[in-house]
Nanobody, 118 residues
Framework: QVQLMESGGGLVQPGGSLRLSCTAS????????TRWYRQAPEKQRELVAG???????NYADSVKGRFTISRDDAKNTVYLQMNSLKPEDTAVYYC????????????WGQGTQVTVSS
């Protein structure tokens, strides 16, 4: 059985930084593409950043230059480094990973809250 878990959220002041982690555990051969999404209250879930198995990345325009997505395949973990945080970054952040075991299946984590406020 595969599990996906996010961590690293919390309360931070505007201009501060947080690093989110998304770790897969269980029967895993490899992790293919992984994406971070976020959902603010009364808003639709939106794509924040993505990374392929080869390390290619993409970002939403609203976070370019501030957020960095990376992966450590030895730890089955994908990170989202968030710098220069703004109040509008406040949301629940979710990761979605395409995990290869017997086949490729997409899994979602449970989400981690990020609150940017003074």
């Amino acid at each position: 059985q595969v599990q996906l878990m996010e961590s690293g959220g919390g309360l931070v002041q505007p201009g501060g930084s947080l690093r989110l982690s998304c770790t897969a555990s269980g029967s895993i051969f490899s992790i293919d593409a992984t994406r971070w999404y976020r959902q603010a209250p009364e808003k639709q879930r939106e794509l924040v950043a993505g990374i392929t198995s080869g390390g290619s990345t993409n970002y939403a325009d609203s976070v370019k230059g501030r957020f960095t997505i990376s992966r450590d395949d030895a730890k089955n973990t994908v990170y989202l480094q968030m710098n220069s945080l703004k109040p509008e970054d406040t949301a629940v952040y979710y990761c979605r990973a395409e995990i290869r075991s017997r086949s490729v299946v997409a899994y979602w984590g449970q989400g981690t809250q990020v609150t940017v406020s003074s």
